[in-house]
């Protein structure tokens, strides 16, 4: 079983940027792709970046040209990040990583993902 802990939220002003980490641990080894994903208060989850094994990534329309995904596989454990620049207060939310193992996500999409690491960004 592979658990997902995500870090590196925090408070930021409108264009300054941030790091996210996701560290995937368990049963590692097929992990492929892998995504962040968020959600503001209020509003339904939205998919934000999505990288694949071979390196190939594809990211909403909204931070395309701001966020940068990139994962690093480690013993035992795999790490996704997200480089957030020009942050905008639109950006605010939860920030969230799935992935898919086993053909099934990690994450089932019907059920609540909990706390997630937050971003703030102020304006």
């Known amino acids: 079983q592979v658990q997902l802990v995500e870090s590196g939220g925090g408070l930021v002003q409108a264009g300054g940027s941030l790091r996210l980490s996701c560290a995937a641990s368990g049963s590692t080894s097929s992990i492929n792709p892998m995504a962040w994903y968020r959600q503001a208060p209020g509003k339904q989850r939205e998919f934000v970046a999505m990288?694949?094994?071979?390196?190939?990534?594809?990211?909403a329309d909204s931070v395309k040209g701001r966020f940068t995904i990139s994962r690093d596989n480690a013993v035992n454990t795999v790490y996704l990040y997200l480089q957030m620049n020009s942050l905008k207060p639109e950006d605010t939310a939860a920030y969230y990583c799935?992935?898919?193992?086993?053909?099934?996500?990690?994450?089932?999409?019907?059920?609540?993902w909990g706390q997630g690491t937050q971003v703030t960004v102020s304006s």
């Open positions: 990288i694949r094994s071979g390196g190939s990534t594809n990211y």
């Open positions: 799935n992935a898919v193992t086993g053909s099934k996500w990690i994450r089932n999409f019907l059920e609540d």
